[in-house]
């Protein structure tokens, strides 16, 4: 296994997933995919992850429901990327357990921030 950070993203827009893959993999990042809460929440309970990223609209299972049942049993930091951006969503995301909650309208630089850590 090469020495790449590994990132999960959990977001049901495919386009999204692989622009913000190609983005990401400029700065050595290795990304996966997931395309719906379910899928999301059993790749990152089984896989370890340097940093999870999620979308709070997906079908079927929402990312602050995925987000509720990751904090169970895992502390993978979690990035909530999401199209949600008012103060009362943020709240939310933060208080189950996000470790950053950024609009998607953010610039990348603001994106980025949230893996500085």
Known sequence: MDNKSRLLI???DIKFCRLISDYLSG???????A??????????????????????M???????EVLKRLREKSETPVL????????????VGLELGADDYVPKTSSPRDFLRGFAR
């Open 80 to 91: 909530i990327l999401t199209a949600l951006g008012d103060e009362a969503d943020r709240i």
């Open 27 to 33: 700065f050595g990042y290795e990304t996966e995919s």
């Open 10 to 12: 959990i977001d049901d």
């Open 35 to 56: 395309h719906t809460g379910a899928d999301g929440l059993e790749k990152a309970m089984h896989e370890n992850w340097q940093a999870i990223i999620l979308d709070v």
């Open 58 to 64: 997906l079908p079927v299972h929402n990312g602050f």
